[in-house]
Structure formats: C-alpha cells, structure tokens
C-alpha cells in the first residue's frame, strides 16, 4: 500500500466477538483525500476505525487497497482506547501470572515504544518534544492518562505507517501537547493518508478533507468538507442539546450520617507528594467548602489525579500530610470506606478497573454501595431510579446489556449516573467527557450544572478543555 493506493470497502459487514457488527459498508477513501470519521458513541466509530487496522471477523463484503492481515503489523498504525487498554491489561495480568514469584514492576515505557519503533531519530525527538524523558526507566502502567496516550502515539509516529489511525488521537492532552499534534499531523498529511475519529466536530484538523457519519453500525453519511451546506447540518446534528433534563432522585432509604456543617468537606495544609525522583507538587493549602464548586487543570503529569486521590484516601502519602476530609483527620483511624460514602467518583482508572460483565443498570444501582459490580440485592426504589438515569441518558433499551459489551463513550456515560446517583456530598469528576460524542457532552455538561444549582452535591471537576467550563462552577484551581 502506498500514498497512491485507492482503499476500498464494498458491502462489508464486520463482527467484532458478537458485540457489534458493521453491516454493508460502502466506503471509497482517494488518495490525497484525508478521512474524519465521527457519530455518536455506541455508533461505530472505533469499529470502523479498526476494521482499516485488520481488526474484526469479516462476514461478507470486500476489503481492496490495504495489505493482508498477516503483513498488516508496521503498515497500518492505529491509536484507540481499545489498544491502549490491551496494553494496560497486558501488563494487568503480569501481576495476576501464578508463576511469579515477586511483584511484577512492569513494562518500562522505553520498551514499550521499542517494541514497534523503526526510527530512533524520530522517536527520541518525540519523547523530548512530549516530555517523556523522565519517565523512560518508569512502567508503562503507571503513567497518567494523558501520558499514557503521548506513549501510544510516539509508537503509531515510529513504526512507519503506511496508514495512519488515529482513535480521539487529542483526549487527555495538555493543552500544549495538543496544539504540537495538531501541526505534526498537519505536516504529515502531506505524505501520510490518514483517518481519524473524533467525536467533537470542532476539533477536526484543517487537513481533513471528507467526513463519514456512522450511525448503528451503518455508514450513512460521507460528505465532503468543502460542500458548506452539507458540512453546516452534519456539524448541527452532532451538537444537538437536550434542553430540559431532570435529575433523577436519590434513594430515601440510603441515609449519610450527618457532617459537622462547620466543617469544610476537604482542607489540605502544607501537602506534599515526592518520590525518589519527583516531586508532584508541594505545600499545597487548599480548602473546600460545601457547595463551593471547583474546576482543576494543568498540564499532563503536573498532579491532578494525585491529588484527587489524596481525597479519596487511594494514594499512601495521604496519611503523611495534613489533611481533614468530611471531618475525619486522616491517620486518625477512620476507614477508607467512612471517606468514600460521602464521594461520587468517574475517572479513567475506574473505567478501566470496572471490568465486570454485570448489567448497566445494576452498574447504576452499584453506586448506592460504591462497588465494582453489584453484590448486594437491590430495591424496587434502586431499580426504578436507576431507570429513571438511563432514561435521561437515552439508554433505557441498554438496561439488561452486559456491562463490558457498551462502547468507550457509552460506559463513561453509564458510570458517571452511578457517580451521581446517590447525590453525594462531593462529586469527583475526573475528565468526565474524555470520549464522549458532542451530544452525550452537553448533555453531561448539562447534568453536572443542575447538580452544582440543586445546592445538595459540591462538585469537584477535573478538566483540560477550556470551553467545557460549567456555570456554577467559579473556583479554579491551577497545577503545574
């Protein structure tokens, strides 16, 4: 395959494990022409995106322009959410490996990248022009999410591609990161075909040149950029907006004990968080208040997950620092489950760790425990208020589907209405939109702003984009 070559998709149908299938696919992608691919989540998207890369069981169709599966490794260079977790459960299971006779450290992300880099040059300028250069000799496994990501797309930029795939190749970035990937692919489209998913249409690169719309496993829309009219009312279908939401109720017969109201919910004096060889941030003083909404930002790697779990009691330095949450001084002897009944919580790292197979709606329901799964009975009141969320996130036909078979954006979905679910006290929003479609986004957006105005949950919301900002939310905290 070269930059010349015609990529060709002619009544395929796909089945990816019996989750998902792409049916009767007609797709022609030009040479010079340079692809968007974009829809709702749960549409097809990333399955699409993999078909290129020579995922999926191919049922009818044909497939002409890219090589054989076989011959498909270094050709074809795809970046998704899906091929980050593999890694990330690749070295998961490192540490369940019964022949092991001391815990596993974990791949360092020098041979991560190794593993398919065929430039050195390029890579090495990469790693520094990303600031990777510290966290060479670390593992893999234990970079942020935004860290994580800069590492998968050095590997995609070294192994040559023929064809490059990029999966929401912007999320999780700095602002700064993004902006370089931005003009790196923008030179490199001048050589390079390439097809990228995203689910913000105000994200697509000037480069881009057609868009194809997927809805239910069907490609039904391909439209080129320059026809104005057409571009205009694909971008206003994705950036539909529900108006009128109502938040569900909680269950009356879950009661918190009651919080000292003369007390802030988190105060942090002095706190520090080092390692051997870094210091994250220090003499930290920071306090908040009930209904005292916060926005947290800064660069990748500048501490914004580790603070967040110096709240939630998950980080061990939080009982070397002087820190009260709810009330409770921690190292005092509460118990991390005191803490964590007064906390929603979405982040990545939980998406990532909710690996179970039970139903969506008893994925809500598991909120009322704060567990990974559902062991506990529920209630008639549980189930009809977790109906009531799936409602307001239109997937009432979705209830009874196993968990693990939604896609990215729409597990997010379903895990940030567990977070909400029983109106904590403090709401801990990490990234919350990272792989949401434009109308899944407002509509969280949407949702976390009459939950900041119902005056019962303070929202603590961790995010790099700017233009998500939230009314409500007036307090900002900057790290880095």
Avoid at 46 to 70: K, M, Q, R
Avoid at 115 to 128: E, H, M, R, S, Y
Avoid at 131 to 140: K, N, S, V
Avoid at 349 to 360: H, I, N
Wanted: charge should be negative; charged fraction near 25%; hydrophobic fraction near 40%.
């Amino acid at each position: 395959m070269t930059a010349s070559t015609k990529i060709v998709l002619d009544e395929l149908s796909v089945d990816f494990d019996g989750r998902f299938q792409l049916s009767d696919i007609n797709w022609v992608i030009e040479p010079g022409q340079q692809w968007l691919i974009t829809g709702a989540n749960g549409a097809g998207k990333s399955a699409l995106a993999a078909v290129l890369a020579g995922e999926g069981d191919h049922l009818s169709g044909t497939l002409s322009g890219l090589p054989d599966n076989d011959s498909l490794r270094g050709s074809v260079a795809l970046v998704s959410y899906d091929r980050q977790a593999e890694l990330i459960a690749a070295e998961l299971r490192k540490d369940d490996a019964d022949i092991l006779d001391v815990i596993s450290e974990g791949t360092p992300v020098s041979e991560i990248i190794a593993q398919v880099c065929l430039d050195d040059d390029l890579a090495q300028t990469l790693v520094a022009t990303l600031g990777l250069e510290p966290l060479m000799d670390r593992a893999f496994r234990k970079l942020s999410t935004g860290e994580t990501r800069k590492v998968m797309l050095i590997r995609a930029l070294t192994s040559r591609p023929e064809l490059l795939v990029l999966d929401e190749p912007f999320d999780g970035l700095d602002h700064a990161s993004l902006r370089w990937l931005q003009d790196h692919l923008a030179t490199l489209a001048k050589t390079v075909p390439m097809v990228l998913v995203l689910n913000r249409l105000d994200e697509c690169p000037d480069f881009v040149t057609h868009i194809a719309y997927i809805d239910d496993g069907h490609l039904v829309h391909r439209v080129d950029r320059a026809d104005e009219r057409v571009y205009r009312d694909l971008h206003q279908l994705l950036h539909l907006k529900t108006s009128e939401l109502d938040v569900p109720p909680t269950d009356p017969a879950i009661t918190l004990p009651p919080l000292d109201t003369g007390e802030p919910l988190v105060r942090l004096d002095g706190a520090t968080v080092r390692y051997t060889d870094n210091t994250v941030f220090e003499n930290l003083d920071w306090t908040i208040e009930a209904n005292q909404h916060w926005q947290v930002s800064g660069p990748n790697g500048s501490g914004k997950t580790c603070l967040l779990s110096l709240i939630t009691g998950d980080h061990p330095q939080c009982y070397v620092n002087d820190i009260s949450v709810f009330g409770f001084q921690r190292g005092t002897g509460e118990s991390i489950w005191q803490i964590k009944q007064y906390i929603g919580y979405v982040s990545t790292a939980l998406q990532w760790e909710y690996r179970v197979g039970t139903g969506v709606r008893n994925v809500v329901i598991s909120g009322f425990y704060d567990s990974i799964g559902l062991y506990t009975k529920s209630t008639d009141m549980q189930k009809a208020i977790a109906d009531e969320w799936l409602a307001v996130l239109g997937m009432t036909e979705r209830a009874d589907e196993p968990f693990n078979r939604l896609s990215h954006g729409e597990q997010r979905l379903v895990l940030i209405a567990r977070a909400m679910v029983k109106h904590p006290p403090l709401l801990i929003l990490d990234e919350p939109c990272l792989g949401l479609d434009d109308m899944n986004r407002q509509l969280i957006l949407a949702l976390i702003e009459r939950i900041c105005a119902s005056g019962e949950t303070t929202v603590l919301y961790v995010n790099h984009r700017l233009e998500d900002c939230i009314p409500g939310i007036d307090n900002h905290l900057a790290l880095g």
